[in-house]
């Protein structure tokens, strides 16, 4: 069965460091896109960082400097490192598979494999 | 950035009533968009792809349609399960970007 099982959240003070885990099973992470996309209380979905196939990473402006996204093809997890925490980081983390389909010549992407999230909330 | 602004943030409706949603992007994004449904407490599930490509094993009567920079989720009758939030987002540029949400309601 695919799946996405993320791990590590939890109350942190800020100004702290967490690390998010995501396990995948069913694929191989290395072979996809991989995305974190957070959910901050009562609000919408904001994407936060991903790592492609070949490695290339970008994050959003709101964490870039702060956070660092990973993968471990060995235990065929991938990670969030959270530094500098701040309140407004308090959400829920998602992790999500991104593929794509050819169609036309063009390749339309799409995150179709999801976590159910961990929780992290950022307060003294 | 391309923002993606849903309208409207929410609506009411009855069971088998035919429901539309739309989004529409800063700039044009060709058929970039996806629409996904999000219960509480859950994760999100991909519904439509590529604008109007219906995702492996969603209901028929979920549909999109659109391009470049207007689009429409409609679901023809509104069935109980169907009550949650809906998001588009466009996979056009990084970083990745997602409409407000749209909640649907029980009238």
């Known amino acids: 069965e695919v799946q996405l099982v993320e791990s590590g959240g939890g109350l942190i003070q800020p100004g702290g460091s967490l690390r998010l885990s995501c396990a995948a099973s069913g694929f191989t992470v290395r072979s996809h896109y991989m995305n974190w996309v957070r959910q901050a209380p009562g609000k919408g979905l904001e994407w936060v960082s991903v790592?492609?196939?070949?490695?290339?990473?970008n994050y959003a402006d709101s964490v870039k400097g702060r956070f660092t996204i990973s993968r471990d093809t060995s235990t065929n997890t991938m990670y969030l490192h959270m530094n500098s925490l701040r309140a407004e980081d308090t959400a829920v983390y998602h992790c999500?598979?991104?593929?794509?389909?050819?169609?036309?010549?063009?390749?339309?992407?799409?995150?179709?494999?999801w976590g159910k999230g961990t929780t992290v909330i950022v307060s003294s | 950035d391309i923002q993606m602004t849903q309208s409207p943030p929410s609506l009411s409706a009855s069971v088998g009533d035919r429901v539309t949603i739309t989004c529409r992007a800063s700039?044009?994004?060709?058929?970039?968009l996806n629409w996904y449904q999000q219960k509480p407490g859950k994760a999100p599930k991909l519904l439509i792809y590529?604008?109007?490509s219906l995702h492996s094993g969603v209901p028929s009567r979920f549909s999109g349609s659109g391009s470049g920079a207007d689009f429409t989720l409609t679901i023809s009758s509104l069935q109980p399960e169907d009550f949650a939030t809906y998001y588009c987002q466009q996979s056009y540029s990084t970083p990745r970007t997602f409409g407000q949400g749209t909640k649907v309601e029980i009238k």
């Open positions: 790592i492609h196939s070949g490695g290339k990473i």
């Open positions: 700039q044009s994004i060709s058929s970039y």
């Open positions: 999500a598979r991104e593929r794509s389909w050819g169609y036309s010549g063009s390749d339309y992407s799409y995150m179709d494999v």
């Open positions: 590529a604008a109007s």
